[in-house]
């Protein structure tokens, strides 16, 4: 999403569809639970001009997060513009320059005169143009003139420190799904890191300045960019999220089934919130399936039939999923569910019939890259997506 923050205050203050369970985008507001303490560490950082990056699972309120906080920052009187893309199909060096450098430039300017002039002044020297045909045509606000070198990787990340300087304004440059920048080749992303990680930098000086938000929904992803390889050491703050309680959670639906009239035992709610890790995004969809079933009270029959619902949803991506695992790896999960964490160990690589300590490494690398398990800083794994835990003990090894 792209916006100026001219705009800002109506986008987040626009009514949402009347329902009390919101799935289909972020939240903010009264419909924002939890986490106040995350969004209260976001302001912070982003008052103190830090680049802050964000990795957890699809779905778990990173956007809500982010969203909410700025929220909070307009409400206490803070001025800023923010500028924001999505690198979710970047397959090359090209497209990402061209789809970052537009979401910028959108947000800076309104008219194809205010875009030209932008182009022309602020990326001059560089193969960027802005091309009056191809804007008519395509709507296209930037365009490359021959093969993007260094030079033109530089001058387009600086712009958002440049257009805060000729602004006067604070810029916060949300960067979603910034693991994408691996699927180019290593020593093309390895050149935007090394820029980047410079710009990151020259962002602390000057009166106005600009602050980068770096989410990612490829949790072990982010992890190989921002903790193995370290690519911008010192150069961000993480924020991690943090389960939303499970009190916040079974109070927000028993309200939200007791504005339309309908009442639910407390105890199926907590066996929901179990099931679903906490995990806000899957029980709103629940807690809405189920709320179009009733009329009244909801029982225990009406929630395994949502459950069902749900699985129907998923259960093509989950085959999928399972389709592409070895029996090894089939064979980790297994072990994980049944809460094993000592892997290596010749009882587990025994019971497990994993062969060796060395093809263990292999296995958890595979599922790790397959944004299927990740670890803890204490080498305890656990299952990304709560569902998906669900569907493949209950009906794929059928337990």
Same mark, same amino acid.
């Given at each position: 999403?792209?916006?100026? &923050?001219?705009?800002?205050?109506?986008?987040?203050? /626009?009514?949402?569809?009347?329902?009390?369970?919101?799935?289909?985008?972020?939240?903010?507001?009264?419909?924002?639970?939890?986490?106040?303490?995350?969004?209260?560490?976001?302001?912070? *950082? *982003?008052?103190?001009?830090?680049?802050?990056?964000?990795?957890?699972?699809?779905?778990?309120?990173?956007? &809500?997060?982010?969203?909410?906080?700025?929220?909070?920052? #307009?409400?206490?009187?803070?001025?800023?513009?923010?500028?924001?893309?999505?690198?979710?199909?970047?397959?090359?060096?090209?497209?990402? *320059?061209?789809?970052?450098?537009?979401?910028?430039? #959108?947000?800076?300017?309104?008219?194809?005169?205010?875009?030209?002039? %932008?182009?022309?002044?602020?990326?001059?020297?560089?193969?960027?143009?802005?091309?009056?045909? $191809?804007? &008519?045509? !395509?709507?296209?606000?930037?365009?490359?003139?021959?093969?993007?070198?260094?030079?033109?990787?530089?001058?387009?990340?600086?712009?958002?420190?440049?257009?805060?300087?000729?602004?006067?304004?604070? =810029?916060?440059?949300?960067?979603?799904?910034?693991?994408?920048?691996?699927?180019?080749?290593?020593?093309?992303?390895?050149?935007?890191?090394?820029?980047? !990680?410079?710009? +990151?930098?020259?962002?602390?000086?000057?009166?106005?300045?600009? &602050?980068?938000?770096?989410?990612?929904?490829?949790?072990?992803?982010?992890?190989?960019?921002?903790?193995? @390889?370290?690519?911008?050491? #010192?150069?961000?703050?993480?924020?991690?999220?943090?389960? =939303?309680?499970? #009190?916040?959670?079974?109070?927000?639906?028993? $309200?939200?089934?007791?504005?339309?009239?309908?009442?639910?035992?407390?105890? *199926?709610?907590?066996?929901?919130?179990?099931?679903?890790?906490?995990?806000?995004?899957?029980?709103?969809?629940?807690?809405?399936?189920?709320?179009?079933?009733?009329?009244?009270?909801?029982?225990?029959?009406?929630?395994?039939?949502?459950?069902?619902?749900?699985?129907?949803?998923? @259960?093509?991506?989950?085959? %999928?999923?399972?389709?592409?695992?070895?029996?090894?790896?089939?064979?980790?999960? $297994?072990?994980?569910?049944?809460?094993?964490?000592?892997?290596?160990?010749?009882?587990?690589?025994?019971?497990?019939? +994993?062969?060796?300590?060395?093809?263990?490494?292999?296995? /958890?690398?595979?599922?790790?890259?397959?944004?299927?398990?990740?670890?803890?800083?204490?080498?305890?794994?656990?299952?990304?997506?709560?569902?998906? $835990?669900?569907?493949?003990?209950?009906?794929?090894?059928?337990?």
């Amino acid at each position: 999403m792209v916006f100026l &923050s001219s705009a800002f205050a109506h986008i987040i203050s /626009k009514p949402t569809m009347d329902t009390p369970f919101i799935y289909d985008r972020f939240v903010t507001g009264k419909n924002f639970i939890g986490r106040k303490s995350e969004c209260a560490a976001l302001c912070n *950082l *982003l008052s103190n001009r830090e680049n802050v990056r964000i990795y957890e699972p699809p779905m778990t309120g990173k956007k &809500s997060v982010i969203q909410q906080a700025l929220f909070d920052m #307009r409400l206490a009187g803070r001025q800023y513009a923010v500028f924001g893309t999505n690198l979710f199909n970047i397959r090359s060096v090209s497209h990402f *320059l061209l789809k970052f450098g537009s979401s910028v430039i #959108r947000a800076a300017a309104s008219t194809p005169a205010e875009y030209a002039e %932008t182009v022309g002044t602020m990326l001059a020297g560089t193969h960027f143009i802005f091309d009056h045909e $191809r804007f &008519s045509m !395509s709507d296209e606000v930037l365009t490359l003139d021959g093969t993007p070198d260094e030079n033109d990787i530089r001058q387009l990340l600086a712009l958002p420190g440049r257009l805060a300087e000729g602004k006067k304004t604070e =810029i916060y440059v949300i960067i979603d799904e910034f693991q994408e920048l691996l699927k180019l080749d290593e020593k093309e992303y390895e050149d935007i890191f090394r820029i980047l !990680s410079e710009i +990151l930098s020259d962002n602390k000086t000057g009166e106005y300045g600009v &602050s980068f938000i770096l989410s990612g929904s490829k949790v072990n992803a982010m992890k190989f960019i921002f903790e193995e @390889r370290k690519y911008f050491f #010192r150069k961000t703050e993480h924020l991690p999220l943090h389960k =939303i309680g499970d #009190r916040e959670i079974a109070d927000h639906i028993l $309200r939200g089934f007791s504005t339309g009239g309908k009442v639910i035992e407390q105890d *199926l709610v907590m066996g929901a919130i179990r099931l679903f890790d906490n995990n806000i995004w899957y029980l709103s969809h629940f807690s809405a399936i189920c709320d179009s079933l009733s009329k009244g009270f909801l029982n225990e029959g009406i929630l395994m039939d949502a459950l069902n619902i749900m699985i129907s949803i998923h @259960r093509h991506r989950f085959t %999928t999923v399972t389709d592409d695992l070895t029996v090894h790896q089939l064979s980790l999960l $297994r072990a994980i569910l049944d809460g094993e964490n000592k892997f290596s160990s010749t009882e587990v690589i025994e019971k497990y019939g +994993l062969n060796s300590s060395a093809n263990v490494r292999r296995v /958890k690398d595979a599922l790790k890259k397959k944004e299927i398990i990740t670890f803890n800083d204490k080498e305890e794994a656990w299952i990304l997506d709560p569902l998906f $835990r669900y569907w493949i003990e209950k009906y794929y090894f059928e337990r």
